[in-house]
Protein backbone atom coordinates (compact mmCIF):
# COMPACT_ATOMS: atom_id res chain seq x y z
CA UNK A 1 0.00 0.00 0.00
CA UNK A 2 3.47 2.28 -0.56
CA UNK A 3 4.22 4.11 -3.38
CA UNK A 4 7.44 5.15 -4.37
CA UNK A 5 9.11 7.61 -6.77
CA UNK A 6 10.90 4.85 -8.40
CA UNK A 7 8.60 6.07 -11.33
CA UNK A 8 11.12 9.26 -12.06
CA UNK A 9 13.98 7.27 -12.62
CA UNK A 10 14.16 7.04 -16.44
CA UNK A 11 13.41 10.75 -16.79
CA UNK A 12 15.91 11.99 -14.34
CA UNK A 13 20.04 12.53 -15.31
CA UNK A 14 22.66 9.45 -13.71
CA UNK A 15 25.18 10.71 -11.43
CA UNK A 16 27.14 13.05 -13.05
CA UNK A 17 30.50 12.67 -14.90
CA UNK A 18 33.85 14.35 -14.18
CA UNK A 19 35.35 16.36 -17.09
CA UNK A 20 38.94 15.23 -18.33
CA UNK A 21 40.58 17.88 -16.89
CA UNK A 22 38.78 17.88 -13.57
CA UNK A 23 39.86 13.91 -13.29
CA UNK A 24 43.56 14.87 -13.87
CA UNK A 25 43.21 17.50 -11.32
CA UNK A 26 41.61 15.12 -9.11
CA UNK A 27 44.71 13.27 -9.14
CA UNK A 28 46.92 15.33 -9.28
CA UNK A 29 45.57 16.89 -5.81
CA UNK A 30 45.75 12.71 -4.67
CA UNK A 31 48.93 12.33 -5.68
CA UNK A 32 50.39 15.69 -3.79
CA UNK A 33 50.60 14.70 -0.18
CA UNK A 34 52.98 11.87 -1.68
CA UNK A 35 55.17 13.31 -3.81
CA UNK A 36 58.37 12.32 -1.98
CA UNK A 37 57.09 8.60 -2.50
CA UNK A 38 56.46 9.44 -6.22
CA UNK A 39 60.00 10.91 -6.73
CA UNK A 40 61.65 8.15 -5.11
CA UNK A 41 59.51 5.66 -7.60
CA UNK A 42 60.74 7.78 -10.17
CA UNK A 43 64.15 8.05 -9.44
CA UNK A 44 64.63 4.34 -8.89
CA UNK A 45 63.05 3.34 -12.22
CA UNK A 46 65.26 5.88 -13.99
CA UNK A 47 67.78 3.82 -12.76
CA UNK A 48 66.72 0.93 -13.42
CA UNK A 49 66.25 1.60 -16.84
CA UNK A 50 69.70 2.96 -17.57
CA UNK A 51 70.95 -0.06 -15.86
CA UNK A 52 69.43 -2.18 -18.84
CA UNK A 53 70.02 -0.15 -21.67
CA UNK A 54 73.73 -0.97 -21.24
CA UNK A 55 72.63 -4.94 -22.35
CA UNK A 56 72.41 -3.71 -25.93
CA UNK A 57 76.09 -2.48 -26.15
CA UNK A 58 77.54 -5.22 -24.25
CA UNK A 59 76.08 -7.26 -26.83
CA UNK A 60 77.17 -5.59 -29.68
CA UNK A 61 80.39 -5.45 -28.20
CA UNK A 62 80.80 -9.31 -27.60
CA UNK A 63 79.85 -9.31 -32.05
CA UNK A 64 82.97 -6.91 -32.41
CA UNK A 65 84.65 -9.41 -30.33
CA UNK A 66 83.86 -12.33 -32.31
CA UNK A 67 84.45 -10.57 -35.48
CA UNK A 68 88.00 -9.60 -34.56
CA UNK A 69 88.86 -12.91 -33.51
CA UNK A 70 89.02 -11.89 -29.21
CA UNK A 71 90.15 -13.96 -26.71
CA UNK A 72 87.85 -16.06 -24.83
CA UNK A 73 88.90 -14.17 -22.05
CA UNK A 74 87.65 -10.99 -23.33
CA UNK A 75 84.47 -12.75 -24.68
CA UNK A 76 84.03 -14.13 -21.19
CA UNK A 77 84.55 -11.27 -19.12
CA UNK A 78 82.01 -9.14 -21.45
CA UNK A 79 79.35 -11.89 -20.47
CA UNK A 80 80.09 -11.49 -17.16
CA UNK A 81 79.34 -7.92 -16.79
CA UNK A 82 76.42 -9.23 -18.87
CA UNK A 83 74.69 -11.05 -16.25
CA UNK A 84 75.97 -8.13 -13.75
CA UNK A 85 74.10 -5.93 -15.70
CA UNK A 86 70.61 -8.57 -15.80
CA UNK A 87 70.28 -9.07 -12.29
CA UNK A 88 70.81 -4.79 -10.90
CA UNK A 89 68.35 -4.36 -13.76
CA UNK A 90 65.93 -6.76 -12.14
CA UNK A 91 66.41 -5.58 -8.62
CA UNK A 92 66.33 -2.46 -9.12
CA UNK A 93 63.21 -2.62 -11.12
CA UNK A 94 61.50 -5.09 -8.60
CA UNK A 95 62.08 -2.16 -6.00
CA UNK A 96 61.10 0.57 -8.31
CA UNK A 97 57.44 -1.63 -9.63
CA UNK A 98 57.05 -1.96 -5.45
CA UNK A 99 57.18 1.85 -4.89
CA UNK A 100 54.82 2.27 -7.96
CA UNK A 101 52.44 0.17 -7.27
CA UNK A 102 52.66 1.69 -3.23
CA UNK A 103 51.82 5.16 -4.72
CA UNK A 104 49.11 3.67 -6.32
CA UNK A 105 47.72 1.71 -3.99
CA UNK A 106 47.58 4.58 -1.59
CA UNK A 107 46.14 7.46 -4.05
CA UNK A 108 43.43 4.25 -4.65
CA UNK A 109 42.67 3.91 -1.09
CA UNK A 110 42.14 7.62 -0.48
CA UNK A 111 39.45 8.24 -3.64
CA UNK A 112 38.01 4.77 -2.53
CA UNK A 113 37.32 6.21 1.34
CA UNK A 114 36.16 9.77 -0.25
CA UNK A 115 33.71 8.26 -2.84
CA UNK A 116 32.11 5.88 -0.34
CA UNK A 117 31.71 8.83 2.13
CA UNK A 118 30.03 11.10 -0.64
CA UNK A 119 28.09 8.24 -1.53
CA UNK A 120 27.01 7.83 1.56
CA UNK A 121 26.24 10.97 2.42
CA UNK A 122 23.79 11.77 -0.98
CA UNK A 123 20.19 12.60 -0.32
CA UNK A 124 18.33 9.20 -0.61
CA UNK A 125 16.40 11.40 -3.80
CA UNK A 126 19.40 11.84 -5.72
CA UNK A 127 20.15 8.13 -5.62
CA UNK A 128 16.72 7.01 -6.71
CA UNK A 129 16.51 9.91 -9.83
CA UNK A 130 20.00 7.86 -10.40
CA UNK A 131 18.93 4.33 -9.93
CA UNK A 132 20.38 2.39 -7.48
CA UNK A 133 22.70 0.37 -10.39
CA UNK A 134 24.25 3.86 -11.33
CA UNK A 135 25.76 4.22 -8.02
CA UNK A 136 26.55 0.29 -7.98
CA UNK A 137 28.32 -0.14 -11.04
CA UNK A 138 30.38 2.60 -10.21
CA UNK A 139 31.50 1.69 -6.65
CA UNK A 140 31.92 -2.22 -8.23
CA UNK A 141 33.13 -2.66 -11.41
CA UNK A 142 34.30 1.15 -12.04
CA UNK A 143 36.59 0.59 -9.23
CA UNK A 144 37.81 -2.70 -9.86
CA UNK A 145 38.71 -1.49 -12.94
CA UNK A 146 40.93 1.27 -11.95
CA UNK A 147 42.55 -1.06 -9.18
CA UNK A 148 43.35 -3.26 -11.80
CA UNK A 149 44.75 -0.72 -13.69
CA UNK A 150 46.96 0.80 -10.56
CA UNK A 151 48.47 -3.06 -9.90
CA UNK A 152 48.82 -4.01 -13.38
CA UNK A 153 48.75 -0.99 -15.92
CA UNK A 154 50.22 1.87 -14.22
CA UNK A 155 53.89 0.16 -12.97
CA UNK A 156 54.17 -1.52 -16.91
CA UNK A 157 53.06 1.71 -18.16
CA UNK A 158 55.97 3.90 -16.48
CA UNK A 159 58.65 1.46 -17.00
CA UNK A 160 57.47 1.06 -20.50
CA UNK A 161 57.82 4.81 -21.01
CA UNK A 162 60.98 5.51 -19.48
CA UNK A 163 62.40 2.56 -21.68
CA UNK A 164 61.18 4.23 -24.80
CA UNK A 165 62.90 7.98 -23.86
CA UNK A 166 66.17 6.42 -22.63
CA UNK A 167 66.41 4.35 -25.43
CA UNK A 168 65.75 6.33 -27.82
CA UNK A 169 68.65 8.27 -25.99
CA UNK A 170 70.84 5.48 -26.16
CA UNK A 171 70.59 5.11 -30.03
CA UNK A 172 71.45 8.60 -30.61
CA UNK A 173 74.73 8.48 -28.04
CA UNK A 174 75.31 5.63 -30.60
CA UNK A 175 75.12 7.82 -33.99
CA UNK A 176 72.52 10.40 -34.03
CA UNK A 177 70.90 8.81 -37.68
CA UNK A 178 70.11 5.28 -35.74
CA UNK A 179 67.94 7.73 -34.31
CA UNK A 180 66.44 9.35 -36.73
CA UNK A 181 65.60 5.81 -38.53
CA UNK A 182 63.84 4.81 -35.46
CA UNK A 183 61.71 8.01 -35.29
CA UNK A 184 60.19 6.89 -38.85
CA UNK A 185 58.09 4.62 -36.87
CA UNK A 186 56.93 7.30 -34.70
CA UNK A 187 53.96 9.17 -37.10
CA UNK A 188 52.29 5.98 -37.35
CA UNK A 189 52.50 5.33 -33.82
CA UNK A 190 51.36 8.53 -33.15
CA UNK A 191 48.73 8.32 -35.75
CA UNK A 192 47.56 4.75 -34.37
CA UNK A 193 47.14 5.85 -30.18
CA UNK A 194 45.37 9.13 -32.04
CA UNK A 195 42.55 7.17 -34.13
CA UNK A 196 42.54 4.63 -30.90
CA UNK A 197 41.79 7.40 -28.23
CA UNK A 198 39.43 9.37 -29.83
CA UNK A 199 37.22 6.51 -30.47
CA UNK A 200 37.91 4.29 -26.90
CA UNK A 201 37.37 7.30 -24.99
CA UNK A 202 33.50 7.62 -25.72
CA UNK A 203 32.94 4.10 -26.08
CA UNK A 204 34.48 2.95 -22.77
CA UNK A 205 32.58 5.90 -20.94
CA UNK A 206 29.34 4.44 -23.24
CA UNK A 207 30.19 0.88 -22.25
CA UNK A 208 30.11 2.17 -18.12
CA UNK A 209 26.86 3.62 -19.07
CA UNK A 210 25.16 0.40 -20.28
CA UNK A 211 27.06 -1.72 -17.42
CA UNK A 212 24.71 0.70 -15.12
CA UNK A 213 21.98 0.02 -17.10
CA UNK A 214 22.06 -3.35 -17.35
CA UNK A 215 22.61 -3.78 -13.34
CA UNK A 216 20.35 -2.21 -12.28
CA UNK A 217 17.49 -3.56 -14.82
CA UNK A 218 19.02 -6.93 -13.03
CA UNK A 219 18.84 -5.21 -9.44
CA UNK A 220 14.70 -4.28 -10.38
CA UNK A 221 14.02 -7.67 -11.77
CA UNK A 222 15.66 -9.44 -8.35
CA UNK A 223 14.17 -7.22 -6.09
CA UNK A 224 10.45 -8.12 -7.88
CA UNK A 225 11.01 -11.42 -8.51
CA UNK A 226 7.94 -12.23 -6.46
CA UNK A 227 5.48 -9.69 -7.85
CA UNK A 228 6.47 -10.31 -11.48
CA UNK A 229 6.20 -14.01 -11.25
CA UNK A 230 2.39 -13.29 -9.46
CA UNK A 231 1.43 -11.12 -12.72
CA UNK A 232 2.79 -13.72 -15.10
CA UNK A 233 5.38 -10.89 -16.35
CA UNK A 234 8.37 -13.29 -16.51
CA UNK A 235 8.89 -12.59 -20.53
CA UNK A 236 8.71 -9.02 -19.98
CA UNK A 237 11.56 -8.72 -17.65
CA UNK A 238 13.28 -11.16 -19.52
CA UNK A 239 13.80 -9.34 -22.43
CA UNK A 240 14.32 -6.22 -20.65
CA UNK A 241 17.88 -8.11 -20.06
CA UNK A 242 18.47 -9.46 -22.89
CA UNK A 243 18.13 -6.12 -24.27
CA UNK A 244 20.24 -4.02 -21.94
CA UNK A 245 22.63 -7.06 -22.26
CA UNK A 246 22.97 -7.39 -25.60
CA UNK A 247 23.60 -3.75 -25.35
CA UNK A 248 26.56 -4.61 -23.63
CA UNK A 249 27.75 -7.05 -25.91
CA UNK A 250 27.83 -5.09 -28.73
CA UNK A 251 29.76 -2.41 -27.35
CA UNK A 252 32.30 -4.93 -26.03
CA UNK A 253 32.52 -5.98 -29.12
CA UNK A 254 32.92 -2.43 -30.93
CA UNK A 255 35.85 -2.51 -28.57
CA UNK A 256 37.20 -5.58 -29.40
CA UNK A 257 37.45 -4.75 -33.02
CA UNK A 258 38.72 -1.21 -32.46
CA UNK A 259 41.65 -3.02 -30.38
CA UNK A 260 42.04 -5.33 -33.61
CA UNK A 261 42.73 -2.08 -35.76
CA UNK A 262 45.03 -0.83 -33.27
CA UNK A 263 47.31 -3.52 -33.46
CA UNK A 264 47.21 -3.89 -37.37
CA UNK A 265 48.50 -0.60 -37.62
CA UNK A 266 51.03 -0.89 -34.57
CA UNK A 267 52.54 -3.69 -36.70
CA UNK A 268 53.08 -1.57 -39.36
CA UNK A 269 55.01 0.88 -37.45
CA UNK A 270 57.71 -1.84 -36.28
CA UNK A 271 57.98 -3.26 -39.76
CA UNK A 272 58.76 0.79 -40.83
CA UNK A 273 61.35 1.35 -38.35
CA UNK A 274 63.16 -1.72 -38.09
CA UNK A 275 64.12 -1.48 -41.99
CA UNK A 276 64.52 1.80 -41.24
CA UNK A 277 67.55 0.96 -38.70
CA UNK A 278 68.97 -1.92 -40.47
CA UNK A 279 69.13 0.17 -43.48
CA UNK A 280 70.69 2.87 -41.58
CA UNK A 281 73.30 0.48 -39.89
CA UNK A 282 74.47 -1.02 -43.56
CA UNK A 283 75.18 1.96 -44.96
CA UNK A 284 76.73 2.98 -41.86
CA UNK A 285 79.11 0.20 -41.36
CA UNK A 286 79.62 0.24 -45.47
CA UNK A 287 81.07 4.03 -44.87
CA UNK A 288 82.79 2.75 -42.51
CA UNK A 289 81.59 4.94 -39.83
CA UNK A 290 80.63 2.48 -37.52
CA UNK A 291 81.04 -0.91 -36.72
CA UNK A 292 79.15 -4.44 -36.95
CA UNK A 293 78.53 -3.93 -33.21
CA UNK A 294 77.61 -0.72 -32.66
CA UNK A 295 75.02 -1.57 -35.87
CA UNK A 296 73.44 -4.55 -33.90
CA UNK A 297 73.21 -3.05 -31.03
CA UNK A 298 71.47 -0.04 -32.66
CA UNK A 299 69.11 -2.74 -33.73
CA UNK A 300 68.82 -4.77 -30.77
CA UNK A 301 67.78 -0.90 -29.10
CA UNK A 302 65.22 -0.46 -31.40
CA UNK A 303 63.69 -4.33 -31.30
CA UNK A 304 64.03 -3.81 -27.64
CA UNK A 305 60.94 -1.36 -28.02
CA UNK A 306 58.76 -3.17 -29.58
CA UNK A 307 57.58 -4.49 -26.22
CA UNK A 308 57.29 -0.72 -23.87
CA UNK A 309 56.30 0.80 -26.68
CA UNK A 310 53.55 -1.70 -27.51
CA UNK A 311 52.90 -1.76 -24.24
CA UNK A 312 52.54 1.45 -23.80
CA UNK A 313 50.13 1.97 -26.28
CA UNK A 314 48.01 -1.30 -25.78
CA UNK A 315 47.94 0.08 -21.84
CA UNK A 316 45.89 2.76 -23.24
CA UNK A 317 43.11 0.01 -23.66
CA UNK A 318 43.28 -0.25 -19.99
CA UNK A 319 44.02 3.22 -19.33
CA UNK A 320 41.05 4.83 -21.20
CA UNK A 321 38.41 2.07 -19.39
CA UNK A 322 40.03 3.14 -16.20
CA UNK A 323 39.80 6.53 -16.85
CA UNK A 324 36.10 6.43 -17.79
CA UNK A 325 35.44 4.86 -14.50
CA UNK A 326 37.52 7.28 -12.68
CA UNK A 327 35.90 10.32 -14.06
CA UNK A 328 32.48 8.57 -12.96
CA UNK A 329 34.11 8.25 -9.23
CA UNK A 330 35.44 11.69 -9.55
CA UNK A 331 32.22 12.99 -10.68
CA UNK A 332 30.30 11.39 -6.94
CA UNK A 333 33.12 13.03 -4.68
CA UNK A 334 33.09 16.15 -6.18
CA UNK A 335 29.42 16.44 -5.85
CA UNK A 336 28.74 19.20 -3.18
CA UNK A 337 27.86 17.93 0.57
CA UNK A 338 24.38 18.61 1.76
CA UNK A 339 24.44 21.80 3.57
CA UNK A 340 24.98 21.33 7.50
CA UNK A 341 23.56 23.62 9.81
CA UNK A 342 26.01 24.41 12.67
CA UNK A 343 24.08 23.09 15.14
CA UNK A 344 20.58 21.41 15.67
CA UNK A 345 17.60 22.44 17.67
CA UNK A 346 18.42 23.82 20.68
CA UNK A 347 18.89 21.95 23.77
CA UNK A 348 19.46 18.75 22.13
CA UNK A 349 20.22 15.05 23.77
CA UNK A 350 20.99 11.90 23.85
CA UNK A 351 16.68 11.82 24.56
CA UNK A 352 16.40 14.51 21.62
CA UNK A 353 15.15 17.98 21.45
CA UNK A 354 13.84 19.53 25.00
CA UNK A 355 10.19 19.87 25.43
CA UNK A 356 7.66 19.63 22.80
CA UNK A 357 8.35 17.55 19.62
CA UNK A 358 5.66 18.39 17.27
CA UNK A 359 5.27 18.29 13.43
CA UNK A 360 3.76 20.82 11.46
CA UNK A 361 2.99 20.43 8.20
CA UNK A 362 1.61 23.55 6.25
CA UNK A 363 0.62 23.78 2.46
CA UNK A 364 2.42 21.38 1.30
CA UNK A 365 2.73 19.89 -2.63
CA UNK A 366 5.31 18.01 -3.88
CA UNK A 367 6.42 16.23 -7.15
CA UNK A 368 8.80 13.94 -8.28
CA UNK A 369 9.06 14.88 -11.93
CA UNK A 370 7.79 18.64 -12.40
CA UNK A 371 4.00 19.37 -13.78
CA UNK A 372 3.17 15.40 -11.84
CA UNK A 373 2.47 16.31 -8.21
CA UNK A 374 1.76 13.21 -5.49
CA UNK A 375 0.57 15.82 -2.79
CA UNK A 376 -1.55 18.69 -2.77
CA UNK A 377 -2.05 21.44 -0.38
CA UNK A 378 -1.47 18.75 2.73
CA UNK A 379 -1.82 20.50 5.92
CA UNK A 380 -1.28 18.38 9.18
CA UNK A 381 -0.61 18.46 12.70
CA UNK A 382 0.70 15.80 15.41
CA UNK A 383 1.14 16.50 18.90
CA UNK A 384 3.96 16.08 20.77
CA UNK A 385 3.63 12.20 22.06
CA UNK A 386 0.67 11.53 19.71
CA UNK A 387 0.24 8.59 17.49
CA UNK A 388 -1.32 9.54 14.14
CA UNK A 389 -1.96 6.53 11.25
CA UNK A 390 -1.87 7.11 7.84
CA UNK A 391 -4.40 4.62 5.57
CA UNK A 392 -4.96 4.97 2.25
CA UNK A 393 -4.60 3.31 -0.93
CA UNK A 394 -1.65 2.47 -2.85
CA UNK A 395 -0.09 5.49 -4.56
CA UNK A 396 -2.51 7.68 -2.16
CA UNK A 397 0.66 9.34 -1.29
CA UNK A 398 1.38 8.14 2.15
CA UNK A 399 5.22 7.12 2.01
CA UNK A 400 5.93 10.75 0.07
CA UNK A 401 4.83 12.62 3.43
CA UNK A 402 6.46 10.38 5.68
CA UNK A 403 9.47 10.60 3.92
CA UNK A 404 8.98 14.67 3.91
CA UNK A 405 8.88 14.32 7.47
CA UNK A 406 11.53 12.07 8.12
CA UNK A 407 13.43 15.00 6.04
CA UNK A 408 14.37 12.04 3.38
CA UNK A 409 14.20 15.65 1.30
CA UNK A 410 12.68 18.64 1.15
CA UNK A 411 8.77 19.58 -0.07
CA UNK A 412 8.40 21.18 -3.64
CA UNK A 413 6.52 23.93 -1.53
CA UNK A 414 4.88 24.41 1.48
CA UNK A 415 6.81 23.71 5.16
CA UNK A 416 7.31 20.71 7.25
CA UNK A 417 8.89 21.33 10.39
CA UNK A 418 9.58 19.43 13.30
CA UNK A 419 10.24 20.72 16.75
CA UNK A 420 10.33 24.24 14.49
CA UNK A 421 12.81 22.85 12.54
CA UNK A 422 12.81 22.06 8.72
CA UNK A 423 14.29 18.55 9.24
CA UNK A 424 16.42 18.48 6.08
CA UNK A 425 18.24 21.27 7.82
CA UNK A 426 19.18 19.33 10.82
CA UNK A 427 22.80 18.27 10.81
CA UNK A 428 23.72 14.56 11.11
CA UNK A 429 24.06 13.97 14.95
CA UNK A 430 20.67 16.28 15.41
CA UNK A 431 18.68 14.26 13.16
CA UNK A 432 19.75 10.81 14.74
CA UNK A 433 18.82 12.32 17.90
CA UNK A 434 15.85 14.21 16.95
CA UNK A 435 13.97 11.33 14.46
CA UNK A 436 14.14 7.58 13.26
CA UNK A 437 12.56 6.18 10.29
CA UNK A 438 11.70 2.75 10.10
CA UNK A 439 10.71 0.97 6.83
CA UNK A 440 9.64 -2.59 5.76
CA UNK A 441 12.86 -2.91 3.84
CA UNK A 442 15.59 -3.07 7.10
CA UNK A 443 18.64 -4.25 6.30
CA UNK A 444 20.63 -6.32 8.64
CA UNK A 445 24.55 -5.95 8.27
CA UNK A 446 26.67 -8.60 8.61
CA UNK A 447 28.18 -9.68 12.31
CA UNK A 448 27.48 -10.71 15.33
CA UNK A 449 23.80 -9.53 16.44
CA UNK A 450 25.11 -6.85 19.53
CA UNK A 451 26.98 -5.36 16.94
CA UNK A 452 24.03 -4.53 14.76
CA UNK A 453 22.34 -3.44 17.73
CA UNK A 454 24.70 -1.37 18.80
CA UNK A 455 24.61 0.89 16.19
CA UNK A 456 22.10 2.92 17.80
CA UNK A 457 23.69 3.52 20.25
CA UNK A 458 27.29 2.40 20.40
CA UNK A 459 28.00 2.39 24.25
CA UNK A 460 25.10 0.63 25.35
CA UNK A 461 26.27 -2.81 27.35
CA UNK A 462 24.85 -6.61 27.06
CA UNK A 463 22.10 -6.04 29.81
CA UNK A 464 20.86 -2.48 27.73
CA UNK A 465 21.01 -4.84 24.90
CA UNK A 466 18.49 -7.18 26.55
CA UNK A 467 16.60 -5.08 27.57
CA UNK A 468 15.61 -3.39 24.71
CA UNK A 469 14.85 -7.33 23.07
CA UNK A 470 12.64 -7.72 25.52
CA UNK A 471 10.40 -4.71 25.19
CA UNK A 472 9.71 -5.61 21.95
CA UNK A 473 9.55 -9.68 22.76
CA UNK A 474 12.63 -10.73 20.91
CA UNK A 475 14.76 -11.81 23.96
CA UNK A 476 13.79 -15.48 23.74
CA UNK A 477 14.47 -16.13 20.39
CA UNK A 478 17.72 -14.14 20.52
CA UNK A 479 18.86 -16.27 23.38
CA UNK A 480 17.41 -19.42 21.63
CA UNK A 481 20.49 -18.85 18.97
CA UNK A 482 23.62 -20.55 18.88
CA UNK A 483 25.47 -17.87 20.10
CA UNK A 484 23.06 -15.79 21.55
CA UNK A 485 23.73 -11.80 20.90
CA UNK A 486 27.32 -12.85 19.38
CA UNK A 487 25.43 -15.12 16.73
CA UNK A 488 26.92 -14.07 13.56
CA UNK A 489 23.58 -12.76 11.62
CA UNK A 490 23.61 -10.59 8.03
CA UNK A 491 25.26 -12.37 4.95
CA UNK A 492 26.84 -15.19 5.82
CA UNK A 493 25.40 -15.90 9.20
CA UNK A 494 22.22 -17.12 10.56
CA UNK A 495 19.51 -16.17 8.54
CA UNK A 496 16.40 -14.50 10.02
CA UNK A 497 13.22 -13.80 9.52
CA UNK A 498 10.93 -10.72 8.29
CA UNK A 499 9.04 -10.32 11.26
CA UNK A 500 12.85 -11.15 13.32
CA UNK A 501 14.56 -8.92 11.47
CA UNK A 502 11.92 -5.80 11.82
CA UNK A 503 11.99 -6.51 15.23
CA UNK A 504 15.73 -5.57 15.78
CA UNK A 505 14.81 -2.59 14.12
CA UNK A 506 12.41 -1.77 16.73
CA UNK A 507 15.02 -2.58 19.20
CA UNK A 508 17.68 -0.33 17.78
CA UNK A 509 14.64 2.38 18.15
CA UNK A 510 14.39 1.81 21.46
CA UNK A 511 17.83 1.85 22.18
CA UNK A 512 18.31 5.19 20.20
CA UNK A 513 15.90 6.79 21.73
CA UNK A 514 14.53 9.73 19.56
CA UNK A 515 11.74 11.55 20.29
CA UNK A 516 9.86 11.17 16.98
CA UNK A 517 9.31 7.77 14.72
CA UNK A 518 8.06 7.45 11.47
CA UNK A 519 6.85 3.92 10.76
CA UNK A 520 6.59 3.45 7.01
CA UNK A 521 4.79 -0.10 6.96
CA UNK A 522 7.18 -1.72 9.62
CA UNK A 523 5.11 -4.86 9.85
CA UNK A 524 4.35 -5.73 5.74
CA UNK A 525 6.87 -8.28 5.51
CA UNK A 526 5.79 -10.43 8.55
CA UNK A 527 2.90 -13.10 8.20
CA UNK A 528 -0.52 -12.59 10.08
CA UNK A 529 0.98 -14.37 13.15
CA UNK A 530 3.81 -12.23 13.12
CA UNK A 531 2.38 -8.74 11.92
CA UNK A 532 0.19 -9.32 15.09
CA UNK A 533 3.30 -9.42 17.70
CA UNK A 534 4.71 -7.04 15.78
CA UNK A 535 2.34 -4.40 16.12
CA UNK A 536 2.00 -5.54 19.82
CA UNK A 537 5.83 -4.54 19.63
CA UNK A 538 5.27 -1.35 17.97
CA UNK A 539 2.85 -0.23 20.11
CA UNK A 540 5.65 -0.67 23.03
CA UNK A 541 8.44 0.95 21.01
CA UNK A 542 6.99 4.11 20.12
CA UNK A 543 5.16 4.37 23.25
CA UNK A 544 5.89 7.85 24.67
CA UNK A 545 7.45 9.19 21.44
CA UNK A 546 5.79 11.37 18.66
CA UNK A 547 4.43 8.70 16.13
CA UNK A 548 3.78 8.70 12.05
CA UNK A 549 2.43 5.27 11.25
CA UNK A 550 2.24 4.38 7.60
CA UNK A 551 -0.58 1.30 8.56
CA UNK A 552 -0.26 -1.69 6.38
CA UNK A 553 -3.34 -3.00 8.21
CA UNK A 554 -5.86 -1.08 9.77
CA UNK A 555 -5.59 -2.96 12.95
CA UNK A 556 -2.24 -0.91 13.68
CA UNK A 557 -4.30 1.75 12.49
CA UNK A 558 -7.10 1.84 14.88
CA UNK A 559 -4.46 1.37 18.01
CA UNK A 560 -3.25 4.69 16.97
CA UNK A 561 -4.61 8.17 18.80
CA UNK A 562 -5.59 9.95 15.70
CA UNK A 563 -6.18 8.31 12.04
CA UNK A 564 -5.29 10.54 8.41
CA UNK A 565 -6.95 9.04 5.42
CA UNK A 566 -5.21 9.99 2.05
CA UNK A 567 -6.40 9.79 -1.33
CA UNK A 568 -5.04 11.04 -4.50
CA UNK A 569 -1.96 13.11 -2.94
CA UNK A 570 -4.69 14.71 -0.48
CA UNK A 571 -5.96 14.09 2.88
CA UNK A 572 -9.67 13.20 2.87
CA UNK A 573 -10.84 12.18 6.62
CA UNK A 574 -9.20 12.44 10.14
CA UNK A 575 -10.28 11.37 13.05
CA UNK A 576 -10.12 8.67 15.70
CA UNK A 577 -11.35 4.71 14.49
CA UNK A 578 -14.74 5.25 16.71
CA UNK A 579 -14.95 8.84 14.98
CA UNK A 580 -14.45 7.75 11.32
CA UNK A 581 -15.93 4.93 11.31
CA UNK A 582 -19.52 6.23 12.76
CA UNK A 583 -19.00 8.70 10.21
CA UNK A 584 -19.54 5.91 7.22
CA UNK A 585 -17.37 7.72 4.80
CA UNK A 586 -13.70 6.29 3.05
CA UNK A 587 -12.28 5.14 6.27
CA UNK A 588 -15.28 3.18 7.19
CA UNK A 589 -15.25 1.41 3.71
CA UNK A 590 -11.85 0.51 4.23
CA UNK A 591 -12.45 -0.81 7.42
CA UNK A 592 -15.70 -2.78 6.69
CA UNK A 593 -13.69 -4.46 3.57
CA UNK A 594 -10.96 -5.39 5.34
CA UNK A 595 -12.82 -6.97 8.42
CA UNK A 596 -14.70 -9.38 5.59
CA UNK A 597 -11.19 -10.43 4.02
CA UNK A 598 -10.07 -11.03 7.42
CA UNK A 599 -12.99 -13.20 8.69
CA UNK A 600 -13.14 -14.96 5.36
CA UNK A 601 -9.46 -15.75 5.89
CA UNK A 602 -10.29 -16.91 9.55
CA UNK A 603 -13.00 -19.15 8.17
CA UNK A 604 -10.73 -20.49 5.38
CA UNK A 605 -7.97 -21.46 7.80
Known amino acids: MSESPAGARSESPLLPVASPARTRAAVAALVRPRRALALSAFAVMVGSTAVGLLMQPLLGRIVDLAADRASVDAITTTAALLAAVAVAQGVTAGFGLSLISRLGESTLAVLRERFVERALGLPLERVERAGAGDLTARVTADVSLIAEAVRNALPELARSLLTIVLTLGAMALLDWRFLLAALLAVPVQAATARWYVARAVP???????????????????????????????????????????????????????????????????????????????????????????????????????????????????????????????????????????????????????????????????????????????????????????????????????????????????????????????????????????????????????????????????????????????????????????????????????????????????????????????????????????????????????????????????AAGDRIVVMDAGRIVETGTHDELRAAGGRYAALWEAWSDIRDTGSRTA
Open 203 to 557: LYAEQRVAAGAQQQQLLDTMAGSSTIRAFRMEREHTERVTERSRSLVALTLRGVRLVLGFYSRLHIAEYIGLAAVLGTGYWLVRQGTASVGTATAAALYFHSLFTPVNAALVLLDDAQAALAGLARLVGVTDLAPAAVPAAGPRGTGRSGPAGRVDVTVRGVTHAYRPGHPVLHDIDLTIRHGERVALVGASGAGKTTLARLVAGIQPPTTGTVLVAGVPPTELDPAAARRTLALITQETHVFAGPLADDLRLARPEAGDDELRAALDRVDALDWVEALPDGLGTVVGDGGHRLSGAQTQALALARLILADPPLVILDEATAEAGSAGARALEKAVARAVDGRTALIVAHRLSQA
